[in-house]
């Protein structure tokens, strides 16, 4: 089970269309790691998280490591 977490402000996404079933979390929210920890949590019940980005190849990866570095805090917690 997985979930799609589409990064893009949702003006982006008006105008260039939608992914069926993801989630929109603009990237500006992943900056802050308690933001980014609460992320995980509301999709704890996930095996996968894809952070998606169309156009972009740094706001994706960003927030994926962003993620990535949340999950070090939880471990650390």
Do not use: M, W, Y
Not at 14 to 26: E, L, Q, T, Y
């Amino acid at each position: 089970d997985h979930v799609v977490i589409d990064v893009r402000e949702p003006d982006e996404i008006s105008r260039d269309g939608s992914i069926s079933g993801k989630v929109n979390i603009p990237s500006g929210q992943f900056s802050d790691v308690e933001r980014s920890k609460s992320i995980l949590l509301e999709h704890k019940d996930k095996e996968e998280i894809i952070v998606h980005c169309v156009k972009s190849q740094h706001r994706g990866p960003t927030c994926a490591l962003s993620l990535s570095r949340a999950i070090e805090r939880l471990q650390q917690d």
